[in-house]
């Protein structure tokens, strides 16, 4: 069964970041990211400072991402 595509995952290839990249700019490990791109981490219960790093890097709102 194939997972679907997370926002996060969406969102930061439509904006050219990697997920190495993204990591860089928000301050945010290459792991966690990864981990709520892949459904391990559920970005609903992420903190609000993670998510809003997250849309600030990305150009997003933190509501799009949630």
């Given at each position: 069964?194939?997972?679907?595509?997370?926002?996060?995952?969406?969102?930061?290839?439509?904006k050219?970041?990697?997920?190495?990249?993204?990591?860089?700019?928000?301050?945010?490990?290459?792991?966690?990211?990864?981990?709520?791109?892949q459904g391990?981490?559920?970005?609903?219960?992420?903190?609000?400072l993670?998510?809003?790093?997250?849309?600030?890097?990305?150009?997003?709102t933190?509501?799009?991402?949630?």
């Open positions: 069964m194939e997972k679907k595509e997370t926002t996060l995952k969406r969102v930061r290839a439509s050219g970041f990697t997920q190495k990249s993204l990591a860089e700019a928000t301050g945010i490990s290459l792991r966690t990211i990864q981990h709520y791109e391990f981490k559920n970005i609903n219960q992420a903190s609000a993670t998510v809003y790093r997250l849309a600030e890097a990305l150009n997003t933190v509501g799009e991402l949630l």
